[in-house]
């Protein structure tokens, strides 16, 4: 497979410090912040105290300093929530949007060049910034937040060529990784629908954070109705999002997002108390199969 850097258009990036930096995001996250070291970074999302979903985001470390690699069009509301919880925390938030950006990385080399390749979220310093495995799912490759000024010049330096945003998001599809920007639903949704324990954005064992006991408590019942899925067809399915999907004449699901002919979609796990059991499904008038 060819090295690509992939410049993530539609994230951004802050920065949090100070003394008490860690324990104040220890409060608010659904991942444990001690995980967070130069050599390991994290995925994590920030809960109603419903448990339904309100923010995701990357976190990677370097010297006192914590990278949050966010979705853009959720930055304002973000920083006005960080910044409500801050309180009398001695606590720094900034937005280093215009000085850092949010890179994704595929390739073999990817593993060479950050860490060990059975352990999603390895990290190191590279440049100005932090290079990593991806936390989620090590079959994402990598992502980089990287100082604007380099242009890419490390990169390529190392015989990446630049690819394009549609790559990554038709690789997040084939890996099942639901994300905050196409998927999940501010406020409505609930993440172990979408496969956030199973992704690492969520820690069981780190104590008490916004909205961790209806979430600790569906994980214990294990009530999940629901669950996310790829489904493909031989059409193009790309303008999908937020249907409804059926089998035969019962509403099961809806698409969440999609991409050329495959597409992510949430779908009931049982019909009248019985395992759904099919693996062909109608949405409009295209015909989609389980991949």
Same mark, same amino acid.
């Given at each position: /497979?060819? $090295?690509? !850097?992939? #410049?993530?258009?539609?994230? *951004? &990036?802050?920065?949090?410090?100070?003394?008490?930096?860690? @324990?104040?995001?220890?409060?608010?996250?659904?991942?444990?912040?001690?995980?967070?070291?130069?050599?390991?970074?994290? !995925?994590?999302?920030?809960?109603? #105290?419903? +448990?339904?979903?309100?923010?995701?985001m990357?976190?990677?470390?370097?010297?006192?300093? !914590?990278?949050?690699?966010?979705?853009? *069009?959720?930055?304002?509301?973000?920083?006005?929530?960080?910044? /409500?919880?801050?309180?009398?925390?001695?606590?720094?938030?900034?937005?280093?949007?215009?000085?850092?950006?949010?890179?994704?990385?595929? +390739?073999?080399?990817?593993?060479?060049?950050? +860490?060990?390749?059975?352990?999603?979220?390895?990290?190191?310093?590279?440049?100005?910034?932090?290079?990593y495995?991806?936390?989620?799912?090590?079959e994402?490759?990598?992502?980089?937040?990287?100082?604007?000024?380099?242009? =890419?010049?490390?990169?390529?330096? @190392?015989?990446f060529?630049?690819?394009?945003? *549609?790559? =990554?998001?038709?690789?997040?599809?084939?890996?099942? &990784? #639901?994300?905050?920007?196409?998927? /999940?639903?501010?406020?409505?949704?609930?993440?172990?629908?979408?496969?956030m324990?199973?992704?690492?954005?969520? $820690?069981?064992?780190?104590?008490? =954070?916004?909205?961790?006991? &209806?979430?600790?408590?569906?994980?214990?019942? +294990?009530?999940?109705?629901?669950?996310? @899925?790829?489904?493909?067809?031989?059409?193009?399915?790309?303008?999908?999002?937020?249907?409804?999907?059926?089998?035969?004449?019962?509403?099961?699901g809806y698409?969440?997002s999609?991409?050329? @002919?495959?597409?992510?979609? /949430?779908?009931? $796990?049982?019909?009248?108390?019985?395992?759904?059991? *099919?693996?062909?499904?109608? %949405?409009?008038?295209? &015909?989609?199969?389980? %991949?």
């Open positions: /497979m060819e $090295n690509k !850097y992939i #410049p993530l258009s539609t994230r *951004s &990036v802050l920065c949090i410090s100070g003394e008490d930096a860690p @324990h104040f995001l220890q409060g608010i996250l659904t991942n444990d912040i001690a995980l967070v070291n130069e050599k390991r970074a994290i !995925y994590s999302l920030i809960l109603t #105290p419903q +448990g339904k979903f309100l923010f995701e990357f976190i990677a470390k370097r010297d006192d300093l !914590y990278f949050i690699d966010c979705v853009t *069009s959720q930055k304002a509301e973000l920083l006005k929530k960080l910044k /409500m919880y801050r309180l009398r925390s001695k606590v720094e938030i900034e937005d280093i949007s215009d000085e850092y950006e949010a890179v994704a990385l595929i +390739g073999e080399n990817v593993f060479s060049e950050v +860490g060990n390749v059975s352990e999603a979220g390895s990290a190191k310093r590279f440049c100005k910034g932090v290079a495995i991806d936390p989620r799912k090590k994402l490759f990598g992502r980089a937040i990287i100082e604007r000024e380099n242009h =890419y010049q490390s990169f390529q330096s @190392h015989d060529v630049q690819g394009n945003e *549609s790559e =990554y998001q038709q690789m997040r599809i084939e890996n099942i &990784v #639901p994300d905050g920007e196409h998927d /999940m639903v501010v406020e409505k949704s609930f993440p172990l629908r979408f496969n324990a199973k992704l690492n954005a969520i $820690n069981f064992t780190k104590g008490c =954070y916004v909205g961790q006991e &209806v979430t600790t408590r569906i994980h214990h019942r +294990g009530t999940i109705r629901q669950s996310i @899925h790829c489904l493909k067809s031989d059409s193009d399915i790309s303008n999908l999002k937020d249907k409804e999907i059926y089998l035969n004449d019962c509403k099961i698409i969440t999609s991409i050329a @002919h495959m597409s992510l979609a /949430m779908l009931e $796990n049982s019909i009248d108390g019985k395992d759904l059991q *099919s693996t062909t499904f109608n %949405c409009e008038n295209f &015909v989609l199969e389980l %991949c």
